[in-house]
């Protein structure tokens, strides 16, 4: 799913908001969220999961060309861990489609 659909598809379930608005709360979301990581903030939302920063610490890489080395810097990348809900709904789709057979491509 694209950041397209998930506007179209809310746009679709809440009548009283037209697409400029949908798009426009879904970016205000995105951007919080993404604005508080930068912060080093946690977010959870329950049911669904959580975002957090994980520290990479810094490594000696290799330069695949060349074969030469490469100091690597630290560096801060989000994590996203799914919640229970989240985990079992997936899940319980996934048992649905395996029993459906295979989707024609």
Known sequence: MTRSDLV???AERFDQLTQRDTEA?????????????AR???????????FSINRRPPRIGRNPRSGEQVVVPEKLVPHFKPGKALREAVDRRGDEAAAS???PD
């Open 8 to 10: 179209e598809q809310l």
């Open 40 to 50: 080093g903030h946690r977010i959870e939302i329950r049911g669904f999961g959580s």
């Open 101 to 103: 057979g295979p989707t």
């Open 25 to 37: 709360a879904v970016k205000a979301i995105l951007d919080a969220m993404a604005d508080a990581l």
